[in-house]
Structures are given as C-alpha cells and as structure tokens.
C-alpha cells in the first residue's frame, strides 16, 4: 500500500477510536449520578440564605444527608447523618433544624 492511502485511513480510524472513547466518557458520566431507577442519587432538599453571598444546602447523596455551608469562595461539608426511615418525609429535616438552632423547643 501507498502511504498516501494509509495515512488518511490512519486518521479516520483515529477519529473513530476517539469518538467512541468521548461518547463512553459521556455515557458513564450521566449514569454515574443516576440510581437504579434511573433517579439522581444526589438532591438539594432545602437552601437557607444566611447571607448575601452564603447559604446552606442540605443535599442527600444516596443514602446520606449533609449540610453544606456555601461561600463564593468555598463549599464545605458541616455535618452528615444517614438517612433514617423517618428523615425520609418530614417537611423540614432535622439536621438543618438543629444546626441553625430552629428545633429548640
């Protein structure tokens, strides 16, 4: 064979290989967030403004609950708990409550 044939088989089989590797790339990204029923293992269930460039974020990833206090510079992990059969449906949870002081009673 002549190189001026290989050459732009060479390419297109590259092209190829690389787009097969973007497209798996992609694939495992969106799925990697998704649980077996196709649900996202990751949700914010409530925000709390504490400021005018802060707040905090209660985000359940799995089967964890935990309490995020975002800056503009920063995002940092305050407290976790588990998710309990309880925690599952109560309007407002109670990790937030006694972090920001709302279950004293």
Known sequence: MELGTIIPQMIIGLLVVLGLMSLMA??????????????????????????????????????????????????????????????RNIEEPVILKSVVGGGQE
């Open 26 to 87: 992609f694939v495992a990204r969106r799925m990697s967030l998704r649980g077996p029923a196709g649900q996202s293992r990751l949700q914010i269930l409530t925000t709390l403004p504490i400021g005018s460039k802060e707040k905090l974020l209660l985000v359940r990833c799995g089967e964890q609950d935990i309490l995020l206090g975002v800056t503009a510079q920063s995002i940092q992990a305050l407290s976790s708990a588990p998710v309990t059969e309880d925690s």
